[in-house]
């Protein structure tokens, strides 16, 4: 049938061109989409086996429904699939876009394992939460009543965007703090919008504004508001601020013009797609358009690197990881993808220095072995003394990881407690830190992790302070 449409809308377009007006044919177009979509999603959810031990289940992170809402899919029961779907997922439509599926649900179907290929369960994921959209199932956030409790959410990144979710469905009055102009955090500034586009991010903020949450942007917690502050206004706070201090590459020549931050370099190009003024973009100095990048680094971002400089347009992309491809931490999708794109991997390679005076010219690169275990049982790489090299570079994107703000001292709270990597120490079911009242989620706690858990954690800890409001409120009424 869509075949069929799809050659109908060829042969049209062919003969009468002029006659067919932009708009018309842009119809035409989404109608052939989603009737692919549609096929290709009941087609992907009938191959599920139904095979009473889900795998696939018990590694999402949400532990969602997976088996029943592939059976409905392939029933066409499209709108009870979403039902189940959305009651364990605050955001369905994003996960089903990143989460790296090969290492969660689709990397455990037991289709997977017998090798016949995964049931494609993100993509069905996705296309059951947009036909939701789509078609006005997706209702408007209703509190059942309004609460006098107050929360403050300190960070409108996907954890604190699910615990807003939840808090204010219960009639809890939520206000989110955020240093960005807009909500929703990696969501909206660091993962690129070939892998998740903006509109479904902002859908999502503004079903919660129109909920009643009361969004404050460009506040940076510490400098604009106090901490102390924000603890005043509220009966309980949920810090949820992510991981943003970069590792910065510590050889010789670093400090040169054309070696970039990633995130600064990938907030650009995000920040373009939204049509802002990005001077930076349109200087050259974070844009990749023409020029020889080389990307450092071997996880999710480095791989977000590359596949946005080969869209700007890059002349070459290269990407330097110190480890070999089984080791690197990024999803082997990820790279598949991006090796399909025309990005060439240098396995066991690491930056020594940069040569170029002011302005970067090149990486001199020093080529790895990798030796024996570390305490963590990863073989740790070596240098080959005598093998460098130059690769000759206008652009480097330092894509090294990130990690916590040291955020006891920025706030002035030295009794928040952390561990010794920074991150806030908090309960690993309910979320509540050692501050009275205060829960942190995400990757603040975790380090830096995924999207799916945030969403995990600001659920959890919804539920926790809803039972922690409600406990204050009752000994307040004694
Ligand atoms: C480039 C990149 C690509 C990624 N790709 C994927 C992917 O494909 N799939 C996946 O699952 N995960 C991916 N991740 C990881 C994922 O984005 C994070 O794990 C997730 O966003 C963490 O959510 P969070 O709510 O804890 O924090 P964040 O999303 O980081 O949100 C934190 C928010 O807090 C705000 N904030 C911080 N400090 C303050 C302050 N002092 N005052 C006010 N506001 C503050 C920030 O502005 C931000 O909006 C990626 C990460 C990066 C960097
Ligand atoms: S939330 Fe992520 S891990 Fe869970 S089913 Fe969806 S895509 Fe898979």
Known sequence: MATQKMLKFVTVGKETPEKRDAAQRSQDFDEIYREFAAQKAAEQASRCSQCGVPYCQAHCPLHNNIPDWLRLTAEGRLQEAYEISQATNTFPEICGRICPQDRLCEGNCVIEQSGHGTVTIGAVEKYITDTAWENGWVKPILPAMERPESVGIIGAGPGGLAAADVLRRAGVQVTVYDRYDRAGGLLTYGIPGFKLEKPVVMQRVEQLRAAGVNFILNCNVGTDLTFDAIRGQHDAVLIATGVYKARDIEAPGSGARGIVKALDYLTASNRKSFGDDVAEYDSGALNASGKRVVVVGGGDTAMDCVRTAIRQGAQSVKCLYRRDRANMPGSQREVQNAEEEGVEFVWLTAPRGFTGGTEVEGVIVQKMRLGAPDASGRQSPEVIEGADYVEP???????????????????????????????????????????????????????ASLVVWAIRDGREAAEAMLAYLAQTASVAAE
Do not use: M
């Open 393 to 447: 570079a206008d652009l480097v994107v330092q894509a090294l990881g990130f990690e916590p703000e040291d955020l006891p001292g920025l706030w002035g709270v030295p009794e928040l407690a952390v561990t010794r990597w920074g991150t806030i120490k908090a309960d690993f079911r309910s979320h509540a830190t050692s501050l009275p009242g205060v829960y942190a989620v995400g990757d603040i706690v975790r380090g």
